[in-house]
């Protein structure tokens, strides 16, 4: 079975700091795909980033940064230099490779960035 | 702008009325997704549509009816639902189900549809 664990419930950081969302998942499988997804107050949930298993590049976009480690099981999220509009829920979730569609999400970190 | 429309945004409805939700993409995914999500509680998985064929079922109450019309259209029949059935409705598409280390295999969710049963 394929579990996501975000451990952090609610962070709430300062305008302009920097911040890490945990995400740590478990799976029986070799090949797999892991996601971040971001649901601001609207109710959306936006795609921010796929990683496919063998890929353990990390990869930046702008201030977001992500941080794979298969040997910790681990997908790790930065925001440098937070903002307000950065405030949401924010989804880790893990698929099997035969179906992307088919995510087992964790249970969200809550980022509140204050002005 | 979300490239998957749903409507409506908002829907109260009785335990006795019929309703539906429904979602609508235009980008040519062949595979199409309803969840459901709870207040702080992440998405759950509820149908999947592959080339407008049930694909999944996670064994969804029969009160929720799923229709898949044609490959842009994704509908979500609802029936003599309960005040626990309240919940916000994520409708989401994807190219196919497949997965093929191609980068475009993004899933495009909406906005979601908030149901409250009264």
């Known amino acids: 079975a394929q579990k996501v664990t975000q451990a952090q419930t609610e962070i709430s950081v300062v305008e302009k700091e920097d911040v890490t969302l945990d995400c740590v998942y478990e799976t029986r499988d070799t090949t797999y795909y892991l996601f971040w997804y971001k649901q601001p107050p609207s109710g959306e949930l936006v795609f921010l980033i796929r990683?496919?298993?063998?890929?353990?590049q990390n990869e930046i976009s702008g201030r977001y940064s992500w941080n794979f480690q298969k040997s910790t099981s681990s997908f790790n999220f930065t925001i440098t230099a937070s903002q307000v509009v950065d405030s949401a829920v924010y989804f880790c979730?893990?698929?099997?490779?035969?179906?992307?569609?088919?995510?087992?999400f964790g249970d969200g970190t809550t980022l509140t960035v204050k002005p | 702008d979300t490239e998957v429309t749903q409507t409506p945004k908002h829907l109260v409805m009785g335990m006795t009325n019929k309703k539906s939700l429904k979602c609508e993409q235009h980008m040519g995914h062949r595979a199409m997704y309803w969840y459901k999500q709870k207040a702080k509680k992440p998405p759950e998985l509820m149908f999947v549509y592959s080339y407008e064929k049930l694909s999944i079922n996670e064994s969804v109450p029969s009160r929720f009816s799923p229709e898949c019309p044609n490959s842009s259209l994704l509908n979500l029949h609802l029936h003599a639902l309960q005040p626990e059935d309240s919940a916000l409705y994520l409708c989401a598409s994807s190219q196919d189900l497949t997965g093929a280390a191609r980068s475009g295999n993004t899933i495009y969710f909406g906005e979601g549809s908030w149901l409250t049963v009264v």
């Open positions: 979730a893990l698929s099997d490779w035969g179906n992307a569609g088919k995510s087992t």
């Open positions: 990683r496919n298993s063998f890929d353990e």
